[in-house]
């Protein structure tokens, strides 16, 4: 099984993982354009106890019931959280090594740039995907 770690830009934050992940997706939402700082956000999910975060660590509420989790120091966004789910995001580019990234789906893609074509054959979501 593949290892999950990374940290931020300027490396005060440091986060790990040997768990499986939950899911893997490409969010495309308005949310997380406006938080990552780009077109969509590649991120995979855990169990927020399966993970564990050393350094500083700031975060926003992005909406009422997800908190994002940054670097105080470099800005870098490297999670998404969801206390009352248990959930937290880590984002694909803080990552030491994203080519372990396996994306599954493309989320909210009516949120999606209109310049951005799809053509990866995962399945497409115009908001949030079945449950399951």
């Not at 354009?33 to 969509?40: K, Y």
């Amino acid at each position: 099984m593949a290892r999950y770690e990374g940290g931020c830009l300027c490396k005060a934050v440091r986060y790990r993982t040997d768990a499986a992940p939950i899911n893997e997706r490409i969010c495309h939402c308005r949310v997380c354009q406006r938080a990552i700082g780009a077109a969509f956000n590649a991120r995979v999910l855990f169990r927020i106890d399966d993970l564990t975060v050393d350094g500083p660590l700031a975060t926003i509420n992005s909406s009422p019931d997800l908190k994002r989790g940054f670097c105080p120091s470099c800005g870098t966004t490297m999670f998404s959280r969801r206390d009352s789910a248990g959930i937290i995001g880590i984002t694909t580019g803080s990552l030491d090594d994203p080519t372990v990234f396996k994306p599954q789906m493309h989320i909210f893609t009516a949120s999606k740039q209109p310049w951005l074509m799809l053509d990866d054959g995962l399945p497409q979501y115009e908001g949030a995907p079945p449950p399951g």
